[in-house]
């Protein structure tokens, strides 16, 4: 059986399922023996973090050494007492190399007993466990390159330059922005990438039967939906914007509130809900109006490929957006707007509650996550993995 192991940033049972976690499901599902590492706890964590139900969550599957979500997939979550972080005084390139040793119990003795530590394939996600392909046997590396970290705000040059070395060492690198593609072409000329867009978990979200949200029975407007992160790329006042000027549409906001907004005041057809589970996302997707992505035009997010566009489109709904350079070389039946006039616009247009939902579905459909599977398959069957 192959073994491939993958290592990110996430808690894989976090609200939101990108793309390394998906990709770790589509290997589980397909017979590869599969190994999923989050970024390790630590004192600082359990001491400092605000989501208690989280930590305690990561503590119990560490207490466990890892659990076995399905039957070729096992995660884990790693406890170190001198980890690295990005934004303190714990930020050296030292650190970021060698802060496994510190893990308790040895993270190179957990995985010799779970038989990884000769795989054939290494996948990471995140720069901050570079270590691994220090430590591994593998037959072939593979980086994706999910964000822009160029472009983060508070970003350490100690991560940048881990993040380099780690495309240095690469055998393929998987970005999913045409516009990083082309920015990282040309900064490492001699390197492999290919362009790899997110998808949609079509399995998630195709059901027979869905359950309308308690939420939605107190509305009886139109539904605007969010999901997502709320963080440095979302924007607040245009969001506030349209909510004033489209008082005839209810907007409801999915996701966790990193940064405090929805403390703020919010206008009275704004209805945020928090954080909810992934499984139960396609009940809201299914019976809202259309979706929306209210972020900022910024460097970063120029580059983001929107998963959540891909998921409301598979259930045949409009998506409404902020325009911007990725978007827009993806071709999509998105529908873009440059400012918050251009947003309320759209909007307000009765024709875009009656786009086809066909063309939508069958957008989705070609940009599954089990396509992407299979894309990534050839490649590694074409090197003999």
Not at 185 to 205: A, H, M, Q, W
Not at 272 to 282: A, D, F, S
Request: proline share 4%; net charge positive; with cysteine.
């Amino acid at each position: 059986m192959r073994k491939i192991l993958f290592a990110d940033c996430h808690h894989f049972y976090q609200y939101i399922m990108a793309g390394d976690r998906q990709y770790t499901l589509q290997f589980a599902n397909h017979g590869w023996d599969t190994a999923y590492i989050s970024n390790p706890l630590s004192p600082f964590n359990i001491i400092f973090g605000k989501n208690k139900k989280l930590i305690f969550n990561r503590l119990l599957n560490h207490i466990k050494n890892g659990v076995n979500i399905k039957k070729y997939l096992w995660y884990y979550e790693p406890f170190t007492f001198v980890p690295f972080h990005n934004y303190s005084f714990l930020n050296s390139d030292w650190l970021i190399d060698n802060y496994y040793r510190f893990t308790v119990p040895s993270i190179k003795a957990i995985i010799k007993k779970r038989a990884f530590s000769n795989i054939d394939v290494l996948w990471l996600g995140t720069p901050y466990q570079k270590f691994w392909k220090d430590i591994l046997d593998y037959k072939f590396f593979i980086y994706r390159l999910g964000d822009n970290m160029r472009a983060l705000s508070n970003i350490s040059n100690v991560l940048l330059n881990a993040q380099d070395n780690v495309i240095k060492s690469a055998d393929l690198i998987l970005v999913t922005s045409k516009v990083l593609l082309n920015e990282y072409k040309n900064i490492f000329s001699n390197k492999e990438f290919i362009y790899f867009p997110n998808g949609v978990d079509l399995s998630n979200f195709i059901r027979e039967e869905y359950k309308k949200p308690i939420e939605f029975y107190k509305v009886h407007n139109r539904i605007a939906l969010y999901i997502g992160a709320i963080d440095e790329w979302f924007d607040f006042d245009l969001l506030m914007n349209v909510a004033k000027k489209c008082r005839e549409i209810s907007f409801m906001i999915i996701g966790p509130d990193n940064l405090g907004f929805m403390r703020k005041p919010l206008e009275k057809n704004v209805y945020y809900l928090g954080p909810r589970k992934y499984i139960e996302i396609p009940n809201y997707i299914y019976y809202c109006d259309c979706g929306i992505i209210p972020f900022k035009n910024s460097k970063l997010v120029q580059t983001i490929c929107p998963i959540k566009m891909y998921e409301f489109f598979s259930l045949g709904k409009p998506v409404v957006s902020r325009e911007w350079n990725e978007l827009k070389l993806l071709d999509s039946p998105c529908l873009l707007a440059k400012n918050s006039k251009e947003f309320v616009d759209i909007l307000k247009d009765k024709n875009t509650f009656s786009i086809s939902s066909r063309k939508l579905v069958a957008y989705s459909q070609e940009n599954s996550w089990y396509k992407r599977y299979i894309q990534i398959l050839k490649i590694l069957e074409k090197r003999a993995i």
